[in-house]
């Protein structure tokens, strides 16, 4: 029993591992819209108006599509919801995305593009604690961390998977926030 236990442990570790460098077909999604359920698996008060992705601290963020600045606010203060947030505009949407609970922002005012770098995972906010972006597609250019679902969509119906820089996309398609390790998702 420990025997075969001291075998299948490491072999198990190593799959997973290895799954970790080579495969991942989209990022550690822990919480998603209109879920009721939290980053930390408990429950929540009210239904879920991004989608929560996991990963290190310092992870980098990176805009979903092309895009305008539209604000940097918060703060990295625990107590305010979204804590270090970004808004982005994207004019073919008509929409914006929202990141909140970052470390760090180092967007600027200038056209953005699809994939670029706009700042850093982190625990800004009421994350809990657990490292993870709060991403939120919106029409009306607020966060709703607090739970108000009005003028917030699924952000799954408009990620078409990890961002690609040989990938062709449409305006209209969203990638996913953060880097993936494989760069071929397809949904
Ligand atoms: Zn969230």
Known sequence: MH??????LPLVV???LSACVTGG????????WGSFSGVDGRSRNDAHSGLDIGGRDG???????????H????????AEGCGLG????????????????LSRSIVKDMPIKRGQVIGYMGTSGRSIDIPHVHFEVVSDGK???????KNTEDPANLIVGCYDRNRTYSDTQL?????????????
């Open 86 to 101: 970004i808004a982005l505009f994207h004019p073919a949407l008509n929409r914006w995305t929202v990141y909140c609970h």
């Open 175 to 187: 990638s996913y926030p953060v880097p993936c390790e494989d760069k071929v998702f397809k949904k």
């Open 143 to 149: 966060s709703h961390r607090s739970g108000d679902l």
């Open 71 to 78: 604000k940097v606010r918060g703060s990295k203060t625990r």
């Open 59 to 69: 992870t980098p963020i990176l805009a979903a599509t092309d895009a305008t600045l």
């Open 3 to 8: 025997n075969s236990a001291k075998v299948v």
């Open 14 to 16: 190593s799959l997973v």
């Open 25 to 32: 077909t989209s990022p550690d999604i822990l919480s998603g």
